[in-house]
């Protein structure tokens, strides 16, 4: 890892996050947060923390929860997908997925991006009391957008020349890393992935500062865990050691 100074922004215990100056090498990120240090990789906004991977164990000051999560695709029927708008509509809110249609549903070929459309759940068709009835959606691609799908899909309006759905999905979030870290942490910008870094854009200074703008607090619990108070959501969050 070649030696040099960035910025980044630094998270420390009870306090907001601010911008910081520091040297890359492993020496000197140590000493920022604490003793040896682990990461974690957020490759879509290609942010690695860099935060002290015993601080926890070794009874140091607890500072944040820090979450990542993955978008995984669940796949389901088409009338499930329908229902399932319907629900999220019933609750006043709005939810995304995606209709794929098969290759010889067109005359000619076209890539798995162009006829897969995303499509939301506040149309017509999946809204109660609404006069008239539409289904609007856009290829991922974005090589056709808005199109009134129901005039095409054969389970639709599109009759028995209409298109055949291959697949209907959602997008989840899952929940792949979910700890408590203690000290000082880290947030770098990694463009080239982990272990090599630059200053951090203003756009992701201002997205992890909101991220981690309010220190969490914490209590154990009577099984001896640590767990977060989340006052966001008003509820007790447990979270594994």
Known sequence: MSKKRVYALLVEPKSKPKITAFDTGETA????????????????DKVTILYNKDGVKDGHTLNRVVRKSVKKEKEMPYTDLKNLFRKAEDSGNHIAGYITFTEDSFDKKYPLESRTYIVCSNNKAFQSGMGGYSIYGSSVDESDPLVRLEMYMRDEQGGADGWIIERCFIKEEVPVIDIIVADNFLVCYSPSGINTYEDIPQELVDKYFKKFEKPDKFYRNTNGEIAVINENHRKKDEIER
Not at 31 to 42: A, K, M, R, T
């Open 29 to 44: 990120i140590s000493e920022i947060v604490g003793g040896e240090y682990g990461s974690i990789f957020f490759p879509d």
